[in-house]
């Protein structure tokens, strides 16, 4: 949740326009979901030295697409932050891991935007603007602490592996990000 502001702890996220520009106006997370609203999200893939990035199954408690393979990281930008920081912020967050001494904003490569859209259901509709960043990190498997009511299991997978568990429909159906990722990892 990348350190959002609360309003009586709800979070609060940026209205967007169509376009991805930001209107000033706070709605809560209910509300953007619940009308359809436009918002920032952010998706972060770790990749470690052997050119294999980090997965995460979500949780069965998950109330959106649980018990599928994700990204690294993702998570909503709250009204007043930027995408960066909040990528930050989401892996100590999210898989409960200190970034190492000495890492740096700059040291997420900001990779591509994409619009999604999603109606989970009539009353909820994920309408979000993506921005996916790349973070290259050697972390063991057994430095990551999970929160268990937003990941089931984590382990590091091949790009090769990826393609094909999204192509299995094994992944969140917001795919956007395979081919950059893919086509990031295998020209090295």
């Known amino acids: 949740m990348c350190g959002?502001?609360?309003a009586s702890?709800?979070?609060m996220l940026e209205v967007l326009n169509e376009n991805?520009?930001?209107?000033?106006?706070?709605?809560t997370r209910q509300e953007v979901h619940e009308k359809g609203l436009w918002h920032r999200a952010i998706i972060v893939a770790l990749v470690n030295d052997e050119n294999k990035i980090l997965i995460q199954k979500?949780?069965?408690?998950?109330e959106k697409f649980p018990g599928l393979w994700d990204l690294s990281v993702a998570g909503h930008v709250p009204f007043g932050h930027d995408s960066v920081s909040c990528a930050a912020s989401e892996v100590m967050e999210e898989?409960?891991?200190?970034l190492p001494k000495g890492v740096l904003i700059k040291d997420f490569r900001f990779m591509t935007s994409f619009r999604n859209n999603l109606s989970i259901s009539d009353k909820f509709k994920e309408n979000q603007f993506?921005?996916?960043f790349i973070y290259n990190a050697n972390i063991p498997i057994e430095k990551f602490n999970m929160q268990s009511e937003e990941v089931e299991e984590i382990r590091y997978a091949t790009?090769?592996?990826?393609k094909s568990m999204v192509e299995q429909g094994l992944f969140h159906?917001?795919?956007?990000w395979v081919n950059v990722l893919y086509n990031y990892i295998t020209k090295f």
Do not use: H, L
Not at 20 to 27: F, I, N, Q, Y
Not at 95 to 98: A, D, K, L
């Open 4 to 6: 959002e502001i609360m």
């Open 9 to 11: 702890s709800i979070e």
């Open 20 to 27: 991805g520009v930001g209107t000033g106006r706070p709605a």
């Open 58 to 62: 979500r949780s069965q408690k998950k």
């Open 95 to 98: 898989i409960g891991t200190m």
């Open 130 to 132: 993506y921005d996916f």
């Open 159 to 162: 790009a090769f592996e990826i």
């Open 173 to 176: 159906p917001r795919t956007e």
